[in-house]
């Protein structure tokens, strides 16, 4: 079929990208569903500061590239020896395809899965093949979900089955930011009743974070970022303490005094390896430090290394927010409908295909928190 999409073309094209225009919206070709897969008519899809990461090239990945990966649709089509999926059930995508039966799979890791992430790398579905076709040329797909189009075709180890009355746009941000941010809170660092949380960066993923770990009944529970009007909102989300990372501010110290000698758990969230070292210096003895932020892969983070030892200091990666989609998304969804997670906070704008590119300027500015593309 025929479909409008977002293909991007060439990496590290200068801001503000209204101008320099690096998503084309073009029409393109999309093949049937191979055996495996499924054909999804996309609903809503998030834009996401990772998204942002590969347009600025600060996240290599093969080009050219039909972007979006948080994103929710509606099965339109279903490919050979599918199991669990019908035309018409409302799926939420995964942007890791877990394969099921690699290592990290069988151990319960699917965010892990090899051959999910040597397709992500590829640019390719699960199966190692491409749907997508311009002018006689292939084009790569984006973490297996390409959902900055009107449809896509996915791994069906790529889709969870979500209640479909959770508005679109809500829907949507499930995908990346909620699943990355509660599950870093609830998997990764797995936060108890009454034990502090430092979260460091309020982008949708952080925010995602703060609600995440005030429904895990943290406290005292810090938000940190360079942008007041970020903090206000953490304030109304629940944050006990607001900390402006303002030129010449000890970010550090007033996170240890917030928290009475430094977090228990420290959450990094902007993928910069300065703020990481400050967020690892706000946590206390004992505590752990998770990172989900992903910086540029040529950068270094540089830590005392006896402070391991004599702390008993722990320092971890989070990526997915170590979550199994098909059963934490779910269960995330629940607790939004129960009134536990606000995530509809989280979404500022609502926007249409045509304007991605003024729309990533927003979030490369700090002016959005999330911005959804609504389809239909």
């Keep these: 079929m025929k479909v409008r999409a977002a293909v991007l073309r060439q990496m590290g094209l200068p801001a503000p990208y209204a101008q320099s225009r690096p998503l084309v919206i073009d029409t393109i070709e999309l093949a049937a569903p191979g055996a495996g897969e499924l054909c999804v008519k996309v609903l809503a899809a998030g834009l996401c500061h990772s998204d942002l990461s590969v347009i600025d090239g600060s996240r290599p990945r093969v080009m050219p590239m039909v972007m979006g990966h948080e994103a929710v649709g509606e099965i339109v089509e279903v490919g050979a020896d599918v199991q669990d999926f019908a035309v018409g059930d409302r799926v939420v995508f995964s942007f ?57 075709v996915v791994s069906a180890r790529s889709a969870v089955k979500i209640d479909p009355e959770v508005p679109p746009q809500i829907a949507a941000l499930f995908g990346c930011a909620v699943m990355t941010g509660v599950g870093a809170v609830v998997n990764t660092a797995r936060v108890a009743p009454g034990e502090s949380v ?15 770990a005030r429904a895990a009944g943290a406290y005292p529970l810090v938000a940190v970022d360079v942008l007041p009007q970020k903090l206000a909102l953490a304030a109304e989300l629940g944050a006990t303490h607001c900390v402006l990372a303002e030129p010449g501010a000890d970010v550090v110290a007033q996170v240890r005094e917030a928290t009475h000698g430094g977090a228990l758990h420290a959450i990094e969230t902007v993928g910069s390896e300065a703020v990481l070292a400050q967020a690892y210096a706000a946590t206390r003895r004992g505590g752990t430090t998770v990172t989900v932020g992903l910086p540029h892969p040529s950068r270094q983070f ?68 999330r911005q959804v593309i609504r389809f239909g």
């Excluded at 892990?112 to 292939?138: F, H, I, V, Y």
Aim: net charge neutral.
């Design 198 to 212: 430092a979260v460091f960066g309020l982008g949708g993923v952080g925010l995602a974070a703060l609600i995440g």
């Design 302 to 369: 540089s830590i005392s290394a006896v402070s391991l030892v004599a702390e008993e200091r722990t320092v971890k990666g989070s990526y997915m927010g170590s979550c199994v989609p098909a059963r934490d998304i779910p269960r995330f969804v629940g607790l939004y409908r129960a009134g536990r997670l606000p995530v509809d906070r989280l979404l500022t704008h609502e926007i249409a295909l045509d304007e991605l590119n003024e729309a990533f300027d927003r979030l490369a500015s700090g002016a959005a928190v």
């Design 96 to 152: 890791v395809p877990g394969c099921g039966h690699c290592l990290p799979c069988a151990g319960g890791r699917p965010a892990l899965c090899e051959p999910g992430a040597k397709a992500n790398t590829n640019g390719t579905l699960l199966s190692g093949e491409r749907r997508w076709q311009q002018q006689g040329s292939d084009l790569n797909h984006h973490l297996g979900v390409s959902a900055f189009a009107e449809h896509t």
